[in-house]
Each structure stands twice: as C-alpha cells, then as structure tokens.
C-alpha cells in the first residue's frame, strides 16, 4: 500500500481469488510460456489474480505467507525487519524474500493501524448513570419531553436527528431476500456519512455484514452514526 512499485517473487502455494466485494489491494501475476498460457485459458485461469484483499476492517491474504524457514534467534531485536527487507537477495530460490520485503511490513502497518483504532475506541465519552430501583442503567441517549437528547461534556443536549432509512431491499432481489453485501454498505455509510447523516433507521434485523460495516464506520469516523433499531413483530400468531 502507497509503493506500487514493489514487486517480489512468491515460491509458495497460493489462491486464485474472483474479487467479489472488498478491494484488492496486490495482486499475483506471471508471465507463462506460450504452451502455457494456453493451458490457462482452456481452464479458465487468469494471468493476473488478488494476492491481498481488504474489506472493511477484514484482511484476506491469498496464500501461506507467514511460512518462513530462516527466523534468526534475534527475531525480538528492533530494526531486523528493516534490516532484512533491505539486504535480503530477491532469488527465484529465496522462500524468505517475500516475507521481509512484503508481507512482514504489511502486517506491520495493519497491527499499527488496529491499534490507533483501539486508541480511538477507548476514548469514548463517559455515559450518564441513571439508578433504576436497585440497578444503574448506563446510557448515551434518551426520550426529553419534546425531544431526544445525547449525553455530551457531562450533560444532556437536544438531539436532532438527520437520518435514512436503510430496508432489506435491493434492485434484482427478491423482496424478503438478503442481497446487499457488505461491500456495498460499506460504499453506502460512506456516501451517507458525507451527507452529514448522523442517524440510520432499520425497521427489522439486518444481516450480520450491515451491523459489522456500521462498527467499522464509526471506528474511523469522525462523526459516528447512530442506529435506531427496528424489530419486526409478527401480526398473527404462528400456525
């Protein structure tokens, strides 16, 4: 990510993936025989294919990049990755290149990235406590007599809600039938966050993928968007 130039050789097994969803963010390609290539096409198999794929805050990595066969005892010493990704020769032999050029600063700058996000998650403003009877109930928001109100700096503020709705529905699905993917509710929040929405609205349960897309969100945004959530209630009983 940010250095497209970087190419390495990959000695290991690997995945051919269909990027379905998500974004590639490297991909495998090779340079075959002629005798070879038509072979590729007779089974239908790219000359160019995802290696590494994000979505949302999931990471997908098309092969075992993690096996290495050289860590040296003093793989805790500071700077050894740098070290390695500098001097290490990229051979058609080498099963180590591609561990400390690639994949070892990857995995780097996703552990750095989590954790910034955990930084932020912890700072999350102090909820109102509110005794109940014998129990605190802790909470953000609430019902005031002529508005909804947010717990912000200590005290209880007017609330004004922009929001959408977001049904289950989708161009070319059957109604009733979860088609949205989380690919798409992640484009959605992100269109919706940049309208200055601060509120979404769902009559019913959503699939997992929604909710997983929302939390990401908001664990990067700036201004987090909050959930009204509906339940649908069957209007007979059940024969």
């Known amino acids: 990510k940010g250095n497209a130039k970087d190419e390495v050789r990959y000695n290991y097994w690997f995945e051919i993936l269909e990027l379905d969803g998500g974004k590639q963010q490297a991909h495998f390609s090779w340079n075959p025989s002629k005798q070879t290539q038509a072979m590729l096409r007779k089974y239908q198999l790219p000359l160019e294919f995802p290696a590494y794929v994000t979505q949302g805050s999931g990471h997908y990595f098309a092969g075992d990049y993690t096996d290495v066969a050289d860590i040296p005892r003093y793989?805790?010493?500071?700077?050894?990755?740098?070290?390695?990704?500098?001097?290490?020769?990229?051979?058609?032999?080498?099963?180590?290149?591609?561990?400390?050029?690639?994949?070892?600063?990857?995995?780097?700058?996703?552990?750095?990235?989590?954790?910034?996000i955990s930084t932020q998650t912890a700072k999350v403003?102090?909820?109102?406590?509110?005794?109940?009877?014998?129990?605190?109930?802790r909470t953000r928001a609430r019902e005031g007599q002529d508005t909804l109100e947010m717990y912000q700096d200590g005290e209880w503020k007017p609330y004004f809600v922009k929001g959408v709705n977001i049904g289950l529905g989708r161009p070319g699905a059957f109604p009733g039938e979860h088609a949205i993917s989380r690919n798409e509710y992640d484009r959605w929040l992100k269109e919706i966050g940049a309208m200055g929405v601060n509120t979404i609205r769902v009559y019913t349960l959503h699939p997992p993928a929604f909710y997983d897309a929302l939390k990401a969100y908001n664990e990067r945004a700036k201004q987090p968007i909050y959930l009204m959530q509906g339940m649908w209630v069957e209007e007979k009983p059940f024969e």
């Open 75 to 116: 793989y805790r010493y500071s700077g050894l990755d740098w070290f390695r990704k500098q001097f290490i020769l990229d051979s058609a032999e080498s099963e180590s290149a591609f561990f400390w050029k690639i994949y070892a600063p990857t995995l780097t700058r996703i552990l750095e990235d989590t954790k910034r």
């Open 125 to 137: 403003k102090p909820l109102s406590q509110t005794k109940v009877g014998n129990q605190e109930l």
